[in-house]
């Protein structure tokens, strides 16, 4: 791996609240063990992290909620070279994290695969 290329993981956040619920504060701090950097997109710039006692490798930046969690993702990644990332994770807080991640981390990093993913939903679109 070449050392200026970061692992980022790019969590995305929807709320209405002035804070982080705690199970995404737990969410986020567990993924910032597997990657350098977790971005943080929310639609709520008053959740800060100086508010939640953070670690340092978790960053927030906030968008309007326009095209949901992908509209979010898109114009955060618009702006980014992405060939400074060795990895590129995009998580969202539908899910609630039960145990660590190591083991999903290992299995699909040791993997080699360029893409990996996992996911299960049946909910579709209103449209």
Not at 44 to 63: A, G, Q, R, T, V
Not at 92 to 109: A, H, M, Y
Request: aromatic share 16%; glycine share 4%; net charge negative.
């Amino acid at each position: 791996m070449d050392d200026k290329k970061i692992r980022i993981c790019i969590f995305i956040h929807y709320s209405t609240a002035a804070s982080l619920p705690y199970y995404v504060q737990i969410y986020i701090e567990e993924l910032s063990r597997h990657f350098d950097k977790v971005k943080v997109l929310s639609n709520n710039s008053k959740i800060k992290n100086e508010d939640h006692s953070l670690n340092s490798k978790i960053e927030f930046e906030y968008y309007e909620n326009q095209g949901y969690d992908f509209g979010m993702f898109y114009r955060y990644i618009s702006n980014q070279n992405i060939d400074n990332y060795s990895e590129l994770a995009v998580v969202n807080d539908s899910n609630v994290l039960l145990n660590k991640l190591d083991k999903i981390f290992e299995s699909g990093r040791k993997s080699n695969s360029d893409f990996w993913g996992i996911i299960d939903s049946t909910e579709k679109p209103w449209f």
